[in-house]
């Protein structure tokens, strides 16, 4: 269904996975997870705004990588159509603690979790968009080669 005046975001996100566990984001009062990253901002790269989102909400020095995949996610938000091209990357964020203790987020809104990097694990946990969750795999098993619509 075309929308006239929906709302498409660019945003980089990172798939950081440690110890058999994948690094999430969600709002602080609970709900679906999602990659953590954030909008690509004029003049600047995605994997800048990644690095620059990743300082911003967790207070930490980070290094995106290989490009891994492009998805597309259209949804409604508050009654209002929305599309995001959704950028991945590898990320690494040494100054992390290991699964499972949580990493501290930086702005009060929002928190970060370790998920088992299992498709159930993320099905279960909510992530965002949802076929992430089975998808994830694949890319990192051949990086840059997918282009996704969902």
Sequence with gaps: MPYENANIETIARGVCLRDGHLLVCKPAKGGRCYLPGGHVEFGETARQALVREIREELGQAAEAGAFLAVTE?????????????????????????????????????????????????????NLLPAHLAADLPAYLAAPGRHTEAH
């Design 73 to 125: 996610n259209a949804f409604e938000q508050a009654g209002e159509p929305h599309c995001e091209v959704n950028l991945l990357f590898r990320l690494d964020v040494p100054g992390l603690p290991p699964p499972p203790a949580a990493p501290r987020a930086a702005e009060p809104w929002i928190a970060f979790a370790w998920v088992p990097f299992e498709t159930r694990a993320l099905a279960a946990a």
